[in-house]
């Protein structure tokens, strides 16, 4: 029963989305469109074992006084008071929750991402550094596409923009379309694994 | 695949002495063990088709049936007309024949047949990461992407955790598993929790699955803090990323740790081979589980895949030809069509 | 309010110290930096929680139950519910059927949608005339690569020659996708700087 239930749970519920995809206005289709709803309301309980989790690591800290005790205590009284206004409050503009957002956390977001500029040139730096042919094709199509989307380029050589353009839509969309359907066929493949029982490692067993 | 970063490259990397190869060898033999007690008795029943595979093979003759069979009884007074999506026929089509190749090559396996699949040098180096983690003494961070639940990459990433945790609970190496949204935690705790207990350890370490943030960037910070000051032995990124795959991989980098990543997702990929010492490309995420399990059932549905890459080049040569020397036939353009 | 505290330095500065405590990280990890990484974590966090429990716990479950008064989404409040029975041991294997309910949904949309929204799209597409060193380029691209990922045989022999030709498409392909989204990393810190130096220093325009 343990082991069975959830087995025939995933099932039943991957055979239904299957069979509604080829139905219309059917019983089936009515399920299933509810069944993804359900999916968001399930996911949408998960968040307090989220809080739990945040909660216990944290608060575990500070109740041992870990060195990282008041980083910790920061993070809990943050998660408490982003998350205490968004449901009291509610999340709309003006909120307190929207404030904080805005003038906190979205700025951080965009630092956060602009730092990959550095990082993008460290690991560019480590990757062509490599000798090895397949690292020098890399370099190459790298640098002429780099230098056919800046001002720059054209002034190197006026053809570079275009040859950037013809690597970005034929050899790479080529590629794209390679790898887009190779790992189509093993998702559908796991998925299918999934619906019969025999992937079972996300419930811990293999 | 290991085409440019190597460990070796590296002056911080300790080369893997003679008692961890057999820590290795032990590790490999775990892998690849045929480890599926507990369902089995229910969910198979010991001949050629399962039980389930059995219902699905019902649930497409239901499909066709509806699709195929009904209209015709149906086509005096209309009834049945506007239940079935006739339009998706093609889709239809392709579903038989791949769930067919992936079926009969599982039920290949099932009879014994030998099933074999090339090494990819990116699931062998799972091992001796673990294994270099363990005589460090540092811990192994897995990353199951940074998808929610209701990406496949993400539940591939997770299978991928259940056999990396059964090794590091076997040594007793520590695991730390941050994940981005609450849904993936609870299965990832649950996969771990399984995998520990299979091992015949009790886990309670509430800090090996951490949710740790409910956006991309403020979980890269996180989990660059993390490894900055845990130093890593070894980093697994396993799933679907997106612009953060660098961020999190040029710190585990800078820490020295083995990297080792894998994604389905072609926009990160280029990033991933800069940064880490091994990657999965695309549909070898997929594979890696069934690699690293080593039961034939899911080895045999790599087969199918296989099989269907065939078919998919036969066609697309066919079509070529039929297009260049034919009179450019619409239908065939129209067959391909998603609706 | 006294009027200095209107001037952007001031306005602007909580945003500032954030910025620059995260390029910080850049040099090292240092305590500046782990005190944004933990606000950072802390707000994103609450951030989802106050999110999810507007858009999903209260629209999608508690106001269609008590105003709609639909009952049916009590069952996946219960599935949800079970996530919980983990904290009780006797029946803590419940807490693998909203995981399964889940992963098993996923799967079979997952299965249809890659299959039909994926594979025979992006096949349709390679049907193309052999009428120019763009199309053939593009359909040996798609099939050498594919092919790469043949698991069954070893990659010897002519197989192996295919799954090369394949490989240096793939190099090809990363290092343009890498050089394109150089430019794009950078103008994004370039926006960055323009913010600490013109927003709220005022040094530059």
Known sequence: ?206 | ?339 | MPEWYSHPFFLLLPTAFFTLAIFSFLYKDNPMFKLAEHVFAGLSAGYYFGLIWQSVIRQQVWMPLTQDGQWSVLIPGVLGLLMFARFFPRIGWTTRLPLAFVIGSTAGIMFIQQLHGMVLPQVGRTLLPLDSLRNILIIVGVLTTLIYFYFSKPHTGTLGWIASVGIGFIMVAFGAHFGYTVMARVSLLIGRVQFLLVDWLGVAR
Not at chain 1, 34 to 48: E, K
Not at chain 2, 66 to 85: E, K, N, T, W, Y
Not at chain 2, 211 to 224: D, I, K, Q, T
């Open chain 2, 1 to 339: 695949m290991n085409i440019i970063a190597h460990p070796k490259s590296r002056p911080d990397v300790v080369p893997v002495n003679p008692g961890v190869r057999s820590v290795r060898g032990a590790l490999d033999s775990r892998f690849r063990g045929n480890d599926d007690r507990g369902v089995k008795a229910f969910w198979e029943c010991g001949g050629l088709l399962s039980v389930a595979e059995q219902a699905f093979i019902g649930l497409i003759t239901v499909v066709l049936t509806m699709h195929l069979v009904l209209p015709c009884i149906a086509s005096g007074d209309g009834q049945f007309a506007g239940v079935f999506r006739i339009e998706r026929i093609n889709a239809l089509v392709l579903s038989v024949v791949f769930g067919a190749a992936v079926l009969w090559y599982i039920a290949q396996a099932r009879r014994g047949a030998k099933m074999y699949i090339r090494p990819i040098p990116g699931l062998s180096a799972v091992d001796e990461a673990v294994g270099r983690a363990t005589e460090m003494g540092r811990p192994v961070v897995f990353i199951p992407g940074t998808g929610d639940l209701d990406e496949i990459q993400t539940i591939a990433g997770l299978s991928i955790l259940g056999r990396v945790a059964r090794v590091t609970a076997r040594y007793n190496t520590p695991l730390r598993v941050p994940v981005l949204y609450p849904l993936p935690m609870a299965a990832a705790q649950e996969t771990v929790r399984e995998a520990y207990l299979d091992e015949g350890v009790e886990h309670q370490d509430p800090e090996t699955v951490q949710y740790v943030a409910g956006e991309s960037f403020s979980y890269s910070a996180r989990v660059g803090g993390i490894m900055m000051r845990e130093r890593p032995g070894a980093a697994i990124y396993m799933g679907l990323f997106t612009a953060e795959s660098l961020l999190i991989a040029e710190v585990g980098q800078s820490t020295g740790a083995i990297q080792i990543a894998g994604t389905a997702a072609p926009d990160q990929l280029p990033f991933f081979i800069a940064a880490c010492d091994y990657v999965l490309i695309g549909e070898e995420l997929y594979a890696a589980s069934a690699y690293l399990s080593g039961d034939p059932k899911i080895l045999g549905s790599l087969k199918g895949q296989d099989l269907m890459k065939i078919v998919i080049t036969v066609i697309v040569l066919a079509g070529v030809l039929a297009i260049t020397f034919g009179q450019n036939p619409e239908w065939l353009t129209t067959i391909f069509e998603a609706k």
């Open chain 1, 1 to 206: 029963m343990k082991s069975r239930l959830p087995v025939l749970v995933a099932f039943i519920s991957g055979a239904l989305m299957i069979l509604a995809f080829f139905g219309r206005g059917t019983v089936v289709d009515a399920v299933s469109d509810r069944a993804l709803t359900w999916q968001t309301i399930v996911g949408g309980f998960s968040l307090l074992l989220g809080a739990v989790s945040i909660a216990r690591v944290h608060w575990k800290k500070v109740a041992t006084k870990h060195e990282d005790r008041l980083y910790s205590l920061c993070l809990l009284i943050c998660f408490i008071v982003m998350g205490g206004s968004g449901v009291i409050n509610g999340i709309g503009s003006g909120t307190l929750f929207d404030t904080l957002f805005q003038r906190i956390q979205a700025p951080m977001m965009s630092t956060m991402f602009s730092v990959l500029a550095f990082f993008i040139a460290s690991a560019a730096y480590r990757a062509f550094r490599a000798r090895s042919v397949s690292s020098a094709i890399l370099l190459v199509a790298a640098v002429l596409v780099m230098l056919g989307r800046i001002p720059m380029g054209q002034y190197i050589y006026h053809g570079l923009p275009s040859w950037a353009d013809w690597i970005m839509t034929v050899p790479s969309m080529a590629v794209q379309r390679g790898i887009l359907i190779g790992a189509a066929l093993g998702a559908a493949s796991m998925s299918l694994r999934i619906i019969l029982g025999i992937e079972r490692t996300y419930l811990g067993r293999g």
